[in-house]
């Protein structure tokens, strides 16, 4: 009785016209194309308009850093961003982590 199906399978598989391989990878390119203009190319434009924005930072701009901390910029080099905060008290953060500009939270914030 099994010998009966696995014959049919056969019959079937010679009788289907062969497929082209580059129509077998159509969906795969398009899948990838998607995910392209969705996913990788908008990564990549807030990657450079972070990179911008850490670049143009200078003495006295206030900020808020990605855990939340505003403060005001009193000293920076190429890695390290030192901030003042409201108390007089410094701490130094990575420049990395520098989340942006405080002052569109602030005009948020009051109104």
Do not use: C, W
């Not at 990878?25 to 203009?37: H, Q």
């Not at 850093?65 to 961003?81: D, F, M, P, W």
């Amino acid at each position: 009785m099994m010998l009966l199906f696995i014959s049919n399978a056969y019959a079937q598989a010679a009788g289907a016209p062969a497929q082209n391989p580059l129509m077998s990878m159509i969906p795969f390119v398009l899948v990838f194309v998607v995910m392209y203009f969705f996913m990788i190319r908008p990564q990549k434009k807030r990657m450079e308009e972070e990179r911008d924005f850490l670049s143009k930072l200078s003495h006295g701009e206030e900020i808020f850093t990605k855990s939340g901390i505003l403060g005001k910029i009193s000293g920076i080099t190429e890695k390290v961003v030192t901030l003042e905060l409201e108390g007089g008290t410094k701490i130094k953060i990575l420049k990395t982590h520098v989340g942006g500009s405080a002052k569109s939270v602030l005009t948020e914030v009051t109104k």
